[in-house]
């Protein structure tokens, strides 16, 4: 399965933050959403970066707790690894589990098209594993 195919699967939508938005409004807006990272869209609408919760739980603890005057810019990782929409599920895994990362950002000509957690993953290989298996009992039945 592509990461295209799991995206439909998902089918839910997209969810970008400019760099200059406040801190405290990305964490308001992420448990609204009930999201543990937000895609950091550049002026083009391209990918400037991600903010995850571990980001901004490090800049809450190197700003003592005071986030009234911090921007995402201040707390996002812009070093980051994405996936284009012909990625396996496979692969996908293989990439979070050696980088020790959660969210992976899906690209399509350099422009964000979704993002996908571990838990996205988990969820679509045991779907997988759970069709395998009641044909392989099918099979023994028969």
């Known amino acids: 399965m592509t990461l295209r195919e799991l995206l439909a699967r998902k089918a839910s939508g997209i969810i970008t933050i400019k760099a200059s938005t406040n801190l405290l409004q990305a964490i308001e807006l992420m448990c609204d959403r009930k999201v543990g990272s937000l895609l950091v869209e550049s002026g083009d609408g391209g990918l400037l970066g991600i903010a995850t919760e571990r ?3 490090r800049a809450c603890y190197h700003r003592k707790g005071d986030l009234t005057n911090a921007l995402v810019d201040d707390a ?3 070093d980051i690894i994405v996936a284009s929409p012909e990625t396996s599920v496979d692969e996908a895994m293989s990439m979070m589990t050696e980088h020790r990362f959660r ?3 899906i ?3 350099g422009k964000p098209i979704g993002i996908i957690s571990i838990g996205d ?3 679509a290989q ?3 594993i759970t069709v395998e298996i009641k044909y ?3 099979y ?3």
Do not use: Q, S, W
Request: aromatic share 0%; proline share 4%.
């Open 55 to 57: 980001d901004i739980l």
């Open 76 to 78: 996002m990782t812009r």
């Open 103 to 105: 969210h992976l950002p």
């Open 107 to 109: 690209l399509d000509d």
């Open 121 to 123: 993953l988990v969820k």
């Open 126 to 128: 045991l779907k997988d």
């Open 136 to 138: 392989l009992r099918e």
């Open 140 to 142: 023994i039945a028969a």
